[in-house]
């Protein structure tokens, strides 16, 4: 009899214990938008956030975080040329930051293979430090393949403002591209269709728009 109720007992104990032990860590859910601050979010290729990496004291220091691109200038002291952290920048250095790595092999977005444990130390970082400090200004090409454009909450506003900027200014062309990037639904299709258009839009605008937002 009381071997039954052993059993019964390690079953219920078993049944209780397999949720947890499986219970798998879920990384926090990152949503893209289509539009930072009123500019079209930038879509980057490893060769394209190179270019941020602290080498030309002119250009922004950028850095990707889970295929999120930061503006981490501020942190010059720790990023800036010759800083101890620079080898992070200008590049997407994800595994780096999960597993405080500065090896040149982990500076690499790749983290399937880190355990949990790691995932979750690495959304605390994404989270508490780079969210919280440093403006986001566009992703890696790698998680716009994997993700959609979100609209942005401010999406009717900012199409608004750049409407009246249009008025003004008399350039339809950029206000066209603005809205083609932000309205098609097939621009959400393929990292393709939204490379062209974010492309397109850098094409077309002014150079002292550009140098000026290089500047930042
Ligand atoms: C003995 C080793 C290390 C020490 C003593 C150390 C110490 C520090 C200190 C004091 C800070 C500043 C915290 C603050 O002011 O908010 C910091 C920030 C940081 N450390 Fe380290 N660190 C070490 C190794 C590493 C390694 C190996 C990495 C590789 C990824 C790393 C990445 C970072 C990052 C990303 C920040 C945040 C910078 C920011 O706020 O933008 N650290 N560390």
């Known amino acids: 009899m009381a071997a039954p109720m052993m059993t019964q007992f390690l079953s219920v104990i078993f049944c209780l214990l397999i949720p947890v032990l499986c219970d798998k860590y879920k990384p926090i859910e990152i949503e893209l938008q289509s539009e930072i601050n009123g500019e079209p979010a930038r879509i980057f290729t490893a060769d394209e956030i190179r270019k941020y990496d602290g080498s030309d004291p002119k250009k922004p220091l950028y850095m990707g975080v889970r295929g999120v691109v930061f503006d981490v200038s501020d942190g010059k002291g720790f990023y800036g040329k010759g800083s101890e952290y620079n080898a992070l ?9 999960a597993i405080w ?12 293979d880190l355990p949990d444990f790691k995932l979750k130390m690495l959304d605390e970082t994404f989270q508490e430090t780079y969210m919280k400090k440093y403006p986001v200004i566009g992703y890696m090409d790698y998680l716009v393949e994997h993700k959609q454009f979100v609209k942005t909450a401010n999406y009717k506003e900012n199409t608004r403002s750049l409407e009246n900027k249009d008025d003004r200014n008399s350039d339809k062309t950029e206000h066209k591209l603005h809205k083609e990037s932000l309205q098609s639904d097939k621009q959400n299709d393929s990292l393709d269709t939204v ?22």
Do not use: C, I
């Open 89 to 97: 920048v200008g590049k997407d250095a994800t595994r780096a930051v």
């Open 195 to 216: 490379r062209k258009a974010s492309d397109e839009v850098f094409k077309n605008t002014p150079q002292t728009v550009l140098a000026e937002h290089e500047e930042l």
């Open 101 to 112: 790595s500065l090896e040149p092999q982990d500076l690499v977005p790749d983290v399937n």
